[in-house]
């Protein structure tokens, strides 16, 4: 699961980058990812936060300085961010193979193209869930997402 996961991800903390870059005019940041660690009862606790935080970064006496907006966009007037990917799919787990899990989404228009296309990938190679590995996953979900970029 990590490694579909983690894909997705990092294709969703590029497109921050660059949406980041497009609304530098603005003086705002939206923080591709922001790391908490907690500690319980039970042990630490790491939480993942992407693109949730909005901040403007000021710099003085040539230090850089963040200064937190919130969690909602600080102006109206700024392009909308990325969608997380991870919002809009469901992660669902094989019962003959716990380490087989496979990730689905039901509105590929809210994905943006390149996401849509890898979540599509693994739809379609996940049918068969409970009798694939997840090497035999990922080696479907790579042809796959070739042939999508050879059709585009």
């Not at 909005?54 to 969608?83: A, C, H, Q």
């Amino acid at each position: 699961m990590s490694l579909m996961v983690n894909y997705l991800l990092d294709l969703y903390r590029i497109q921050l980058y660059e949406y980041n870059r497009m609304i530098k005019s603005y003086g705002v940041y939206l923080k591709p990812m922001h790391i908490v660690v907690k500690k319980s009862a039970t042990g630490l606790k790491t939480y993942y936060y992407f693109g949730r935080y909005w901040y403007r970064i000021e710099t003085v006496n040539s230090r850089v300085k963040w200064i937190y907006l919130g969690s909602r966009k600080p102006f109206e007037n700024i392009p909308d961010p990325p969608i997380n990917p991870i919002l809009l799919i469901s992660i669902e787990k094989s019962d003959a193979n716990s380490k087989t899990v496979c990730i689905h989404n039901e509105s590929f228009a809210e994905l943006s193209e390149q996401i849509s296309r890898i979540v599509r990938a693994f739809s379609v190679c996940c049918k068969n869930l409970d009798r694939a590995s997840e090497e035999e996953i990922i080696a479907c979900v790579s042809k796959r997402f070739e042939e999508y970029n050879e059709h585009s």
